[in-house]
């Protein structure tokens, strides 16, 4: 499209000033995790006296020796990666057997604008805090893994991306696969899946950010602080003076380090396996957001 | 030339409607999903009755029918309540803050993205903005929380810069709500542009020439080709945008708040987390959370109701 452009010395002008406003864009995005990052390797003094930019000062990874030696700092990464991979498993499953019948035309499944309704309804309305947590209380989950994982199992906005990219499957392989005897649960599983690969892959990278990024539900339905996963860990770590709660051994090792370090480095971990997936996730999601929001 | 396909695909076509599959296994897939929504969302709906009981949790699950009912006593007191008035007072000013600068600011970042010709800058740019979207409102606050200390790099800008003191930014009632907006709108800016660079890499391009042959400047295309391209999908994200008109992000505040900014930062979803499961009053806690939901249930339906309409827009 370029060679369409018309050129003017005002439009070079423009292009100027655009560069600075999305280079300040891009920099109000980016500097405040750097500076966190440089604090976290600073040294405690040189930290709090506010004068580290975006560079370490007395360059020092104590923090983060500190952050690893911790023993509930591990517990909580491996509760997260529990939630991550039985949440994410579960709720592929889930969706993808929701979507297939729901891609279906109402002459083929004549029922679905019944079930198309309670999943809509859900997307209005829902109990709230309380009554969700007696629920989940009731049915024996607190303190356990399964809260973290069941009760938010079923998404319906994924569900809805998924059979808009069903609906855009060639009707004709369907009815190719059923006059060769294919029934339901073939085609979806031969033929459906295979060919959603990339939506799948949206789909399971979006719900693999959600799972680690989650930390409410942990801080609700939790008990017991060694069941937290990392985020609502670190979630507890961050709104409470850190020095109270350590033994007397432990917070020597802190007066040398200053919490404002800790707390950076902490921080810094956490963030760390969200960085790592985000370049497969920005490759896949613009192509997953548009198909979603154009009906197939 | 048919292909063998074809040739039973026609067969099936000439025979209508006579074969069909058997759609037991479409109600089998169903299934899981609709036990789950059963149990974890459908039955709390059915759980708000407590909030018209005085609601005794040591009935165990039979509180649920055998508690004293109320009526809506609750809800008097909730709307005689300061706190309540207050927290739906902030509620609807920090999300229509951030309704409005959400929406207007992803459009102007994407119109000017549009003019970045160099294409590694172009993506280098939105892979930067695009990354807060992803980090969880726990490490966005941990890092607000070192940002806007008092040790902190704003303070330490804006000390060398304009000479001023140290503030501290959000224990500062007045200005708590404004860096609420301002900074829900940087974490969340830059994902808003998916959808509109999306919008104009649709634009059919020989919209673009006839506008050129007309001699249409750069200014003149995005105004009458761009813009009106964008539309569709503005007239969508604004109509939408709706649902949230009480949605102030309790994520965000409930990280970032603190007693001195309760004034102007106390949400209604912080003060029903707070109610309900700090001083444990479930029942006047599920009736203040019934009030908001209730409400957005209402705008959540006009919104869609309005998007069918102005935009042909179906959710499913």
Sequence with gaps: MKKYYIYGSSYRIFTVFNYIILFLAAAVCILPLVNVFSISLSSPSRAVSGEVWLWPKDFTTEAYKWVLRSSDFWKAMIVSVKRVVLGTSISMIITILCAYPLSKKKEIFRVRTLYVWIFFITMLFSGGLVPTFLIVYYTGLIDTIWALVIPGAVNTWNIILMLNFFRRLPEELEEAAFLDGAGHWQILFRIFVPLSKPAIATIALFTIVNHWNAWFDGMLYMRKSFNYPLQTYLQSLLTIDISRYLTAEQQNIVAKLSPKTIRSAQVFIAAVPVLCVYPFLQKYFTSGLVLGSVKG | MLKTADVKTEALRRKG??????????????????????????????????????YNIGLGIKAFWQ???????????????????????????????????????????????????????KRSIQTTIYLPHFLSWVIMAGVLREVFAMDGVVNSLGHILFRAEPNFWLGDKKLFPWLMIVTDTLKEFGFGTVIYLAAITGIDPTLYEAAIVDGASRFKQTIHVTIPGMMPIIVLSMVLSLGNVLNAGFEQIFNLYSVPVYETGDIIDTLVYRISMQSGQYDFGTAVGLFKSFISMLLISLSYWLAYKLADYEIF
């Design chain 2, 67 to 121: 508690s004293e009912w109320v009526g809506f006593s609750h809800f008097q007191r909730l709307f005689s309540s300061p706190d309540f008035t207050r927290a739906l007072t902030n509620t609807l000013f920090i999300a229509c803050g951030k309704i409005v600068l959400g929406f207007f600011v992803p459009i102007i970042i994407s119109l000017l993205l549009n003019e970045v010709q160099v294409k590694w800058l």
């Design chain 2, 17 to 54: 409607n006579n074969i069909r599959m058997s759609t037991r296994s479409l109600h089998l897939m169903l299934l899981p999903g609709l036990i789950i929504l059963l149990i974890y969302n459908y039955l709390p709906m059915g759980g708000i009755v407590i909030a018209f009981q005085n």
